[in-house]
């Protein structure tokens, strides 16, 4: 071994991303907010969801639920604001809570306090020039629509929806002017409850409801594209999907062929968002799984009014194999097979950064429409530490995630893609949608509360912190790789 000490090349800087590239980071109301009784705010589906997706509904609010306090967003939104514009934050995606506007779901006229907590968030991040990015549900059915219509499998909840696009649009369109219909709009197939307020448990749900919920809302954000359109503010409205490239397990045809299906059913969402039609694999598969479903004239008809961007989450890719016996890994929302050639994190999650170029540059294939990365990140156990007497996390692998998935994004617009920004999931540490916990961090900034619900919510900058606003101020030439 040579003795002499290796100097390391200076690191050549990367490519600035355009001037217009938004960068920020993304929550969601029943992840954050907490007080999920105050100001006249009704229950939502998470507030009987303490355990997460994989558990039944409980009867009513726990005191196990971490969600119901959360991390107090709704008291502590101008400190995290204030914290996301020290980092530079030029885009800001927050959910409102729908059950909060309508404390039930079906009531004639929205609640006014509900309405004023936005009012106050977009005060905030307007004073630090933030453009907010709205979804407009994300998981948080008002919990009445769920108990009493079982969600979306009824078409009364286009109608209820259509109250409360309107209310938004007429109240926020003048400052909001970019919105997503339905968070991970594709999960619906997987988590109906979470996704879609479905209360019949997925093993009793029949295909023909299950599509005919996830048609619902298919109408449902196609009319909110058209009312938004029809409002003359420049409103721009996007689909929000789950993107996940599928990988064939083997060169075998019979695997590549297993991939086409599992794509088609993912993709099948955001092909109607951007085409306006049901593609020919959808109506086949309906045909031959005897899947029945009421489609009118004028559902046809809304369904033509389609959306300006397409945004999506990005945690993983998965394998498919067409051998039964290929196990199922663990992953966000849509199972798929272990990839033998990635790492993955503490939950399972597989880390595949190139996953990301690839599903860019696909989408941008498939349909011409500007993308929006509005999910993406590492959920990590962190442990707070000090540093020069100051508390933090020296998250490390966290930079790693974010840095390595930012170069490919990088490529896939060299690659010609068009990217309108980029929000990282959770950069203020929330519980989570999948397993309720606090303990899978994500955040740029560590909150004090643990999953026993101890804790005293205060806020600490991580090392992550200081780098993203590095990424932000350099317009990512301070990426490596
Ligand atoms: C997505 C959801 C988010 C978020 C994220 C991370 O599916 O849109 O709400 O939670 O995944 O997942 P988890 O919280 O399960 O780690």
Same mark, same amino acid.
């Given at each position: 071994?040579?003795? +002499?000490?290796?100097?390391?090349?200076?690191?050549?800087?990367?490519?600035?991303?355009?001037?217009?590239?938004?960068?920020?980071?993304?929550?969601?109301?029943?992840?954050? +907010?907490?007080?999920?009784?105050?100001?006249?705010?009704?229950?939502?589906?998470?507030?009987?969801?303490?355990?997460?997706?994989?558990?039944a509904p409980t009867d009513g609010p726990t005191p196990d639920n971490l969600k119901l306090e959360a991390i107090d967003f709704y008291h502590r939104y101008a400190q995290d604001i204030a914290l996301f514009a020290e980092m530079g934050f030029s885009v800001f995606r927050f959910s409102i809570a729908w059950s909060?506007?309508?404390?039930?779901?079906? +009531?004639?006229?929205?609640? +006014?306090?509900?309405?004023?907590?936005?009012?106050?968030?977009?005060?905030?991040?307007?004073?630090?020039?933030?453009?907010?990015?709205?979804?407009?549900?994300?998981?948080?059915?008002?919990?009445? =629509?769920?108990?009493?219509?079982?969600?979306?499998?009824?078409?009364?909840?286009? %109608?209820?929806?259509?109250?409360?696009?309107?209310?938004?649009?007429? #109240?926020?369109?003048?400052?909001?002017?970019?919105?997503?219909?339905?968070?991970?709009?594709?999960?619906?197939?997987?988590?109906?409850?979470?996704?879609?307020?479905?209360?019949?448990?997925?093993?009793? =749900?029949?295909?023909?409801?299950?599509?005919?919920?996830?048609?619902?809302?298919?109408?449902?954000?196609? @009319?909110?594209?058209?009312?938004?359109?029809?409002?003359?503010?420049?409103?721009?409205?996007?689909?929000?999907?789950?993107?996940?490239?599928?990988?064939? &397990?083997?060169?075998?045809?019979?695997?590549?062929?297993? *991939?086409?299906?599992?794509?088609?059913?993912?993709?099948?969402?955001?092909?109607?968002?951007?085409?306006? *039609?049901?593609?020919?694999?959808?109506?086949?598969?309906?045909?031959?799984? %005897?899947?029945?479903?009421?489609?009118?004239?004028?559902? #046809?008809? @809304?369904?033509?009014?389609?959306?300006?961007?397409?945004?999506?989450?990005?945690?993983?890719?998965?394998?498919?194999?067409?051998?039964?016996?290929?196990?199922?890994?663990?992953?966000?929302?849509?199972?798929?097979?272990?990839?033998?050639? =990635?790492?993955?994190?503490?939950?399972?999650?597989?880390?595949?950064?190139?996953?990301?170029?690839?599903?860019?540059?696909?989408?941008?294939?498939?349909?011409?429409?500007?993308?929006?990365?509005?999910?993406?990140?590492?959920?990590?156990?962190?442990? &707070?530490?000090?540093?020069?007497?100051?508390?933090?996390?020296?998250?490390?692998?966290?930079?790693?995630?974010?840095?390595?998935?930012?170069?490919?994004?990088?490529?896939?617009?060299?690659?010609?893609?068009?990217? &309108?920004?980029?929000?990282?999931?959770?950069?203020?540490?929330?519980?989570?949608?999948?397993?309720?916990?606090?303990?899978? #961090?994500?955040?740029?900034?560590?909150?004090? #509360?643990?999953?026993?619900?101890?804790?005293? @919510?205060?806020?600490?900058?991580?090392?992550?912190?200081?780098?993203?606003?590095?990424?932000?101020?350099?317009?990512?030439?301070?990426?490596?790789?």
């Amino acid at each position: 071994m040579s003795t +002499e000490t290796a100097v390391a090349p200076a690191a050549t800087p990367r490519p600035r991303f355009p001037e217009s590239f938004l960068w920020g980071g993304a929550t969601a109301a029943n992840q954050v +907010e907490g007080a999920y009784d105050v100001d006249g705010k009704g229950l939502s589906i998470q507030d009987v969801m303490p355990r997460g997706i994989f558990a039944a509904p409980t009867d009513g609010p726990t005191p196990d639920n971490l969600k119901l306090e959360a991390i107090d967003f709704y008291h502590r939104y101008a400190q995290d604001i204030a914290l996301f514009a020290e980092m530079g934050f030029s885009v800001f995606r927050f959910s409102i809570a729908w059950s909060r506007i309508f404390p039930n779901g079906d +009531e004639e006229e929205p609640n +006014e306090a509900g309405l004023a907590f936005y009012d106050r968030v977009l005060d905030e991040l307007e004073r630090y020039g933030i453009t907010p990015l709205v979804t407009i549900s994300h998981y948080e059915t008002p919990l009445h =629509l769920a108990r009493a219509y079982d969600g979306w499998v009824s078409r009364e909840l286009i %109608g209820f929806y259509e109250r409360y696009v309107r209310v938004l649009f007429a #109240r926020y369109g003048h400052r909001v002017k970019h919105w997503l219909t339905f968070n991970e709009i594709n999960s619906v197939l997987h988590v109906p409850l979470m996704s879609g307020g479905i209360m019949t448990p997925r093993e009793e =749900l029949s295909p023909t409801a299950l599509y005919q919920a996830a048609h619902h809302e298919l109408v449902a954000s196609a @009319l909110a594209t058209k009312i938004a359109h029809e409002t003359g503010l420049g409103l721009q409205v996007g689909c929000m999907v789950i993107a996940m490239p599928i990988y064939p &397990l083997t060169p075998d045809p019979a695997d590549v062929l297993a *991939v086409m299906h599992a794509d088609h059913a993912n993709l099948m969402f955001s092909d109607v968002h951007t085409r306006g *039609v049901y593609p020919g694999y959808a109506l086949r598969h309906f045909r031959e799984h %005897g899947i029945e479903l009421d489609i009118t004239d004028e559902d #046809r008809e @809304l369904l033509r009014h389609t959306v300006d961007f397409v945004s999506f989450s990005y945690y993983m890719s998965q394998c498919e194999s067409a051998d039964p016996a290929a196990a199922p890994g663990p992953g966000n929302l849509i199972g798929g097979t272990t990839n033998p050639h =990635l790492p993955a994190s503490e939950w399972g999650w597989q880390i595949d950064p190139v996953g990301l170029r690839i599903v860019l540059n696909q989408f941008w294939d498939r349909w011409g429409k500007p993308l929006f990365i509005v999910e993406n990140g590492l959920g990590a156990k962190d442990e &707070l530490v000090e540093v020069d007497g100051v508390p933090t996390v020296v998250d490390d692998y966290r930079i790693a995630y974010l840095n390595d998935h930012l170069v490919q994004v990088a490529e896939a617009i060299q690659d010609g893609v068009q990217v &309108l920004g980029y929000t990282t999931w959770g950069p203020i540490d929330l519980v989570s949608a999948s397993t309720a916990q606090l303990s899978k #961090r994500y955040g740029f900034i560590y909150v004090d #509360r643990h999953d026993d619900g101890s804790g005293t @919510l205060t806020r600490y900058r991580k090392k992550s912190f200081g780098w993203y606003a590095d990424v932000i101020a350099t317009r990512g030439a301070s990426l490596r790789g």
